[in-house]
């Protein structure tokens, strides 16, 4: 059985979510048949049983699953016979770190680089209530936001020496195979190349092969989807 | 057999390298006899063969080996059948990534805070090399590193992020039982409260918590290591 997967879409099919490329990719992993259904932010109210307030959420046949980690958590469990997302409950709970270092440190130095990007991006219909959101959130236009991101390079590369020195050693966060962990971690650079063509990472840093090494799994499923570079 | 690990002191029999620390609870947590002989910075050079640079140095019988991840992993393949450290070949490339972000972010803001004190806790033939080596590598005198270190706690602290949520959200860095990774993280605060009584961490952080839920393991063998709190 297909199961759903509502997919934050953009104009021109683009599918920009973060957690929902890491929903994406696990889904790829488990070799699960899955349809990604490309889903506005004003249409996210209407799947499901209406009561959904984010993306991604599966319907896997009766099940309704919301949230990335509590997906990675319901796949991992509910096909167990399919390569492991974890490898196990110390893989699980130190994945749970990269999620944390990620969502904390990369996804904020990468959202004020492409958030008026996305912005432009977005169907028109989408467009009032993201620029509402998110300028509540920050205090700030979002073309603000993203002012001044040349500058703010250095920084923002030089956040990633954990990641670096990681797939420096070894191919991937996980060792030689790639887990949930990576695609974690892959998922801000995934946005940002969907939704903006201003480069994040040098051609050179080890960061762009590993990055280059997790587009190229599943016979490249993500980096067939639209994207800027 | 008992296994030798030459292990970093002080003056008042104070334990505190990092990277001996992790090695010590790695034996701790395997469950094998050790002895965590004292060793001066002096008298690496006479250990062993005598061609050893660093340590943590452990003699298991003939074999000798030197470096914290090495000695991490022989032990789990030697000892495959006392619980494990990495839980697998994910546990091990995750474990990587914690010791990098340990070494690259926490480890860099702990020493700016307690390197003039580790000078002044070190046995009087000690103190002129590492005054000279340390101010080799920072280019200034130690207490100017060390100088207005208070200013610099909510940096450090905030650099914490990434390991305060994920050990709020479960015990350990591995979830529910300590691994590997845990005793790379809590290597640094061990250090700090070896050799300086300049607190880090706030009483109500949730890291706090975590570090004392490692110094309990083992009857509290970290915990009763000479120490200043």
Redesign the interface.
């Known amino acids: 059985m297909t199961i759903v997967m509502y997919d934050l879409v953009g104009a021109d099919d683009r599918r920009f979510s973060p957690n929902c490329w890491r929903t994406r990719m696990a889904l790829l992993h488990k070799g699960l048949e899955h349809e990604a259904r490309p889903t506005r932010f004003e249409e996210i109210k209407s799947i499901c049983d209406g009561d959904r307030k984010t993306i991604p959420t599966i319907e896997d046949g009766d099940k309704v699953v919301t949230d990335s980690l509590a997906i990675a958590d319901y796949l991992e469990e509910t096909y167990a016979d399919r390569p492991?997302l974890?490898?196990?409950?110390?893989?699980?709970?130190?994945?749970?770190?990269?999620q944390?270092?990620t969502?904390?440190?990369v996804n904020p130095g990468v959202v004020g680089m492409v958030v008026a990007d996305i912005h432009d991006n977005l169907v028109p219909s989408d467009q009032a209530y993201f620029r509402a959101s998110r300028e509540k959130l920050f205090g700030r236009a979002l073309e603000e936001v993203q002012a001044g991101r040349e500058d703010r390079l250095d920084s923002v590369r030089k956040s990633l020496?954990?990641?670096r020195?990681?797939v420096s050693?070894?191919a991937?966060?996980?060792?030689?195979?790639p887990?949930y962990?990576d695609y974690v971690a892959f998922a801000p650079f995934q946005w940002a190349r969907s939704i903006s063509d201003f480069r994040i990472l040098a051609d050179d840093d080890p960061v762009s092969a590993w990055f280059g090494r997790v587009l190229d799994l599943y016979d490249g499923a993500a980096r067939r989807s639209p994207a800027y570079y």
Chains 1, 2 share one sequence.
Do not use: C, H, I, K
């Open positions: 492991s974890f490898d196990g409950p110390v893989g699980r709970g130190l994945a749970a770190f990269v944390n270092w969502q904390t440190v020496t954990p990641l020195a990681t050693q070894q991937f966060l996980g060792g030689d195979r887990t962990a």
